[in-house]
């Protein structure tokens, strides 16, 4: 059964704080996903990677950044935690084949609340 | 920007009766996909429908495209309570040398028993 695990479901931090959110995928995808989603506005796009060590800005990368060390791990770092970071962030894989066309596949989510 | 804007976006049932949900996009795709997601949880996918097919059936859920209108609708048969859920549509799109996945902002279902 495929598998996208965040490494957190909830987290509380102060504004300024370094903060890291990781996920895992065991799926041996290419591709990978960091989307955040607040109500009525859907899922936004923050940054994805198509390789290690690649990465690509989506819609919202302000205030974020990313590392892809490995294929397997895809990790979001918000440099200083502000208040309207506070969201639930999506960690997403795909495979970069078309056999099934480009679903992906979530983890569970993280619960972010920046205090 | 949102490719897809869904409609409703609240839709209250009985359970047995049937839900349809909409969804209107832009720009030209490759596919479009639908997902659902239960309370506080991650995104599930449902079924991908290609720009050249019109309809598509996946046990209750039947998925019809018309890319002449830059619509798309789910339809789920027979609701059950487990069916309360959020459903998104995600259009898919070449952009930029990747394949791009944007999704709406989603229908929020609740089937009543």
């Known amino acids: 059964d495929v598998k996208v695990t965040q490494s957190s479901r909830y987290l509380v931090k102060r504004t300024g704080e370094k903060v890291f959110l990781e996920c895992v995928q065991d799926m041996d995808h290419e591709n990978m996903f960091w989307y955040r989603q607040d109500p009525g506005l859907g899922l936004r796009l923050i940054y994805f990677s198509y390789d290690v060590k690649m990465k690509e800005k989506g819609d919202i990368p302000e205030g974020y950044s990313v590392s892809r060390e490995k294929k397997e791990r895809f990790s979001l770092i918000l440099e200083s935690a502000s208040t309207n970071q506070t969201s639930m962030y999506l960690c997403a894989s795909s495979s970069r084949g078309q056999g099934r066309g480009n679903t992906i596949y979530f983890g569970e989510g993280s619960w972010l609340t920046v205090v | 920007s949102q490719q897809g804007e869904e409609d409703p976006q609240a839709l209250s049932i009985q359970e047995g009766e049937n839900a349809t949900m909409n969804c209107s996009y832009k720009t030209s795709i490759n596919n479009l996909q639908w997902y659902r997601q239960n309370s506080g949880r991650g995104l599930v996918h449902l079924i991908l429908i290609r720009s050249n097919e019109r309809e598509k059936h996946s046990g209750r859920l039947r998925v019809t495209l018309d890319t002449s209108k830059k619509s798309s609708s789910l339809l789920i048969t027979a609701s059950r309570a487990a069916d309360t859920a959020s459903y998104f549509c995600?259009?898919?799109?070449?952009?930029?040398?990747?394949?791009?996945?944007?999704f709406g902002a989603g229908t929020r279902l609740a089937v009543h028993p």
């Open positions: 995600a259009t898919a799109y070449f952009s930029g040398g990747y394949n791009k996945l944007i």
